[in-house]
């Protein structure tokens, strides 16, 4: 009944015009900064955070919430339209979003995104509310032999995805990992792999990699094609409201990859990259 009463308390509050206005301001621009490559939510939140010191707590925290969740979905409308993901949870998105605006549906892909991350991050917010406590206190027991098993599972899902042969799935991991031991060990301070470089300090950032992995490979492919055989792919972003179809088609993935993200989300070290990859698998 407490939780109930603070839920409330919480609506009566964010629900006020001034506020509504805030959170409409930060999803605006958070995702017009979400679509340019590279920077992120978190880089989103550190260049807007500024403007935000001279309005109250609330409407500021609300503010940068609203910003997080619109660069969130920017990253999605990059992945889409240009195969180039704005930030490393919007790599999965590349795989069937840039597929269905190459076949000129790219309106119904980015309104699917808009609402499944919309479902997806309000039943997570309320079950947050209402499981935080037992989940938190289950977290916490998670020790060494837990985490192998979750990077393994990282691993599978991702030989699982990989279309090639097994071989070369399984040396692309261990490339992955090899890049991911880069920079400062987090127990002895000491640099792995750094050759006296430091920048190399706070080790390989995905987004790099990601953007490199994804849209230079997308450039130097159009290059490497024959002039003759190059084709411009010209598509109008309409129908943003799914259609009946495509509800009937979503909703299975959408509330499986709610459930699915919220669970491994909860798990310390996983993070989104790991929750869109296992949602995909399954």
């Given at each position: 009944m407490e939780m109930l009463n603070n839920m409330l308390s919480g609506f009566s509050v964010a629900l006020q015009p001034m506020n509504l206005l805030f959170c409409f301001v930060g999803v605006f621009v958070g995702t017009l900064i979400g679509v340019l490559p590279g920077i992120g939510p978190l880089g989103a939140i550190a260049l807007?955070?500024?403007?935000?010191?001279?309005?109250?707590?609330?409407?500021?925290?609300?503010?940068l919430a609203g910003i997080y969740y619109g660069a969130?979905?920017?990253g999605s409308?990059?992945?889409?339209?240009?195969?180039?993901?704005g930030e490393a949870a919007s790599v999965v998105t590349c795989l069937d979003g840039y597929q269905m605006a190459k076949q000129g549906r790219a309106g119904p892909a980015l309104g699917i995104a808009a609402f499944g991350s919309f479902i997806g991050g309000t039943v997570s917010v309320i079950l947050l509310a209402f499981l935080a406590p037992?989940?938190?206190?289950?977290?916490?027991?998670?020790g060494p032999p837990e985490y192998f098993s979750l990077m393994l599972l990282g691993l599978t899902v991702l030989i699982y995805l990989a279309n090639g042969?097994?071989?070369?799935?399984?040396?692309?991991?261990?490339?992955?990992l090899v890049l991911g031991i880069v920079g400062q060990d987090m127990i002895s301070g000491r640099g792995r792999f750094t050759f006296g470089i430091t920048e190399l300090n706070d080790g390989?950032?995905?987004?790099?990699?990601?953007?490199?992995?994804f849209g230079v490979t997308e450039v130097l492919l159009n290059v490497e094609e024959k002039l003759a055989s190059q084709t411009v792919i010209k598509t109008k972003i309409s129908n943003l409201l799914p259609t009946l179809r495509d509800w009937k088609?979503?909703?299975?993935?959408?509330?499986?990859?709610?459930?699915?993200?919220?669970?491994?989300?909860?798990?310390?070290?996983?993070?989104?990259l790991l929750a869109s990859f296992a949602s995909y698998s399954v």
């Open positions: 807007l955070m500024p403007s935000t010191f001279y309005v109250s707590p609330v409407s500021a925290l609300i503010m969130m979905y920017g409308t990059t992945s889409i339209l240009v195969n180039i993901p037992p989940l938190a206190r289950f977290a916490l027991r998670f042969p097994i071989l070369k799935a399984l040396m692309m991991a261990a490339l992955g390989i950032g995905i987004i790099p990699v990601v953007m490199g992995l088609e979503s909703l299975g993935p959408i509330f499986r990859g709610t459930f699915l993200g919220f669970f491994l989300g909860i798990l310390p070290g996983g993070g989104a």
